[in-house]
T-cell receptor
């Protein structure tokens, strides 16, 4: 069974800090990992997809890394801004038809 | 680019009523997924379809059923609604083991 854990559960930081969000998974036989952003009561915005053959993926101030052998992924947010405040979820596909298994998320608050 | 479309965006029903949620996947995507996200929870997989056939099933109550039609749109039918069914329901689509693209969700409130 695949289990996904995210640490920390919540994070409150001043604007401008560089942040690290962690995601771990128990079954390393994954072929990709997705990071999502979710604003309160809203939909899921896909931020980054890392294929199992990749080590890193970058988009603007976001950088995600994947270490399959250790079952870990890290989302790095550079120079955080209040607009980054949201819940960040990681998810891995699992099972024959690749349903996504989500972590519980990291709730981020960036204050001015 | 076309995205996943869900309708309605908001739905209010009373207990014991029936609700139907619709999903229109991205054209040429062969797989559709349904997820349920309760308040303060992470999304939980309900059911999926590959080429119009049910491919996988999660913790979906027997009161719920779903199907995918010849035009690839999918419908999630929920009967005998309970207060605990109040949630965000997401549909996602993908093409052959690639990234899943999510719709904006339907917020169902059961009163």
């Amino acid at each position: 069974k695949q289990e996904v854990t995210q640490i920390p559960a919540a994070l409150s930081v001043p604007e401008g800090e560089n942040l690290v969000l962690n995601c771990s998974f128990t079954d390393s036989a994954i072929y990709n990992l997705q990071w999502f952003r979710q604003d309160p009561g809203k939909g899921l915005t896909s931020l980054l997809l890392i294929q199992s053959s990749q080590r890193e993926q970058t988009s603007g101030r976001l950088n995600a890394s994947l270490d399959k052998s250790s079952g870990r992924s890290t989302l790095y947010i550079a120079a955080s801004q209040p607009g980054d405040s949201a819940t960040y979820l990681c998810a891995v596909p699992w099972g024959g038809y690749n349903k996504l298994i989500f972590g519980a998320g990291t709730r981020l608050a960036v204050h001015p | 680019a076309a995205g996943v479309i869900q309708s309605p965006r908001h739905l209010i029903k009373e207990k014991r009523e029936t609700a139907t949620l619709k999903c229109y996947p991205i054209p040429r995507h062969d797989t559709v997924y349904w997820y349920q996200q309760g308040p303060g929870q992470d999304p939980q997989f309900l059911i999926s379809f590959y080429e119009k056939m049910q491919s996988d099933k999660g913790s979906i109550p027997d009161r719920f059923s779903a199907q995918q039609f010849s035009d690839y749109h999918s419908e999630l039918n929920m009967s005998s609604l309970e207060l605990g069914d109040s949630a965000l329901y997401f549909c996602a689509s993908s093409s052959s083991e690639s990234e899943q693209y999510f719709g904006p969700g339907t917020r169902l409130t059961v009163t």
